[in-house]
């Protein structure tokens, strides 16, 4: 599907490690391209006509993300440099200061480090309790066991839409529900979900959601932050500098900017911007229903040649997304991602910054293969092929 559009894939190489970047589309590089070639100015600092223009390409792209994940107000939408500074700037903007000594985080053991280190800083911090939420026989989350973890200090429950390990896809809405029925926030890592599946964080009702544009097509360096307004509102700037204040004329006397740019201190990475709108558009013409059919359909695909293999253990079976990891027996996952390699094809092979996954599955590391759009049956058929004979992996060890 629309392979065509992807320079990187003019080579021979089969690339599924799409889970740690994807490719770029001729689109979102040309829209690079073209800000870099044409219109090279800042944002909100000239006043002629290539910075205008510069402006209106930098606003334009945040009403493009607010209509892609259907956020209420744009100023609800905050540039950053990808899903880790997001969750960074939500833990220290916001949590810092509404949570005290005792309260209660929940996680799960399956999560990236983004959204787990933010958290035990804070617990380092200020004292809060970081809990995890109990996970079933597939290692997903369910409404029960969040009700479980759940006590009269929980204030926060923060998880991935979908892991990147797991790759399990999480019921956002109804946790959302119970939470808020109980006055706890909820807090998103849609760093896996946004470029598979649609987001709708007013529908959703999330409290604050973290994506990152290079894992849906977009350029490395840039990132989104969605908060609800009332709740940046109430956060104080993560960086000071030129650009989020209105004025400063003495130690006493600081005034800031309104939403969003009191949080984008500095030149931002217009570029970024541009292209992140770029492969927003991008995606929006395939459509992410179309997107979301495809990949599964894959992934069983990939399932079912995977599952013929004697000697290889699929970690997450079950899972809704485009993420399968496995390990092949007595074998280290670097070995078998330094063996694919030979034959030009790209896998993840390690524990994923997920460096807490081994307590709930038993397994340290894992080799991950994880899909895109542009992947094919014929690509899978020629890993599978490459997988199926121990003998040919095991000599190429040695």
């Known amino acids: 599907m629309n392979r065509d559009d992807f320079p990187m894939l003019n080579q ?16 979102v590089i040309n829209s690079v391209k073209d800000y870099y070639e044409n219109y090279s100015a800042n944002a909100h600092r000239g006043d002629y ?19 892609f994940i259907n956020a209420k107000e744009k100023e609800e939408i905050i540039f950053t440099s990808g899903t880790t500074m997001s969750m960074n700037i939500m833990v220290q903007t916001f949590f810092k200061k509404y949570l005290e ?21 804070l617990a380092n911090e200020i004292g809060i309790n970081v809990k995890y939420i109990d996970l079933d026989q597939d290692y997903h989350v369910t409404i029960d066991n969040v009700l479980k973890a759940i006590t009269p ?32 926030f909820v807090c998103v890592d849609a760093a896996q979900a946004a470029a598979h599946t649609k987001i709708d964080v007013q529908n959703l009702d999330v409290d604050f959601l973290a994506l990152s544009a290079h894992k849906m097509y977009g350029p490395t360096g840039i990132g989104v932050l969605y908060g609800k307004k009332e ?28 939403l969003p740019y009191k949080f984008e201190a500095g030149t931002q990475n217009i570029a970024g911007v541009i292209g992140l709108g770029a492969a927003i558009k991008y995606i929006n013409n395939i459509g992410l229903d179309n997107i979301s059919l495809y990949e599964l359909n894959l992934r069983k695909y990939l399932i079912n040649k995977l599952e013929k293999i004697p000697y290889i253990d699929i970690i997450n079976y079950d899972a809704d997304s485009a993420i399968v990891s496995i390990n092949v027996d007595n074998i280290f996952p670097q070995d078998i991602a330094y063996y694919l390699n030979k034959y030009n094809v790209c896998v993840r092979a390690g524990n994923h910054c997920a460096k807490l996954v081994k307590n709930v599955t038993g397994v340290n590391n ?11 049956e014929e690509e899978i058929d020629e890993v599978a092929n490459l997988l199926s004979d121990l003998n040919k992996i095991k000599e190429e060890m040695i």
């Open 49 to 67: 006509d290539i910075s205008y223009k510069v402006d209106l390409a930098f606003e334009n792209v945040r009403e493009d993300v607010r209509k």
């Open 231 to 258: 709740l940046l509102n109430e956060a104080s700037p993560y960086m000071l500098g030129g650009g989020m204040n209105e004025s400063f004329d003495s130690v006493n006397e600081i005034v800031l900017k309104d």
């Open 153 to 184: 200090n929980t204030k926060v429950i923060s998880l991935a839409y979908i892991t990147n390990v797991i790759g399990d896809v999480r019921p956002i809405k109804e946790i959302c529900k119970l939470a808020h029925e109980r006055n706890i």
């Open 101 to 121: 000594h005792g309260d209660e985080v929940l996680i799960t053991q399956t999560e990236h480090a983004s959204n787990v280190l933010p958290w035990f800083n």
């Open 12 to 27: 021979d190489i089969i690339y599924f490690d799409n889970g740690a970047t994807t490719f770029k589309p001729y689109s």
């Open 366 to 376: 894992s080799v991950r293969l994880s899909l895109a759009f542009y992947n094919t």
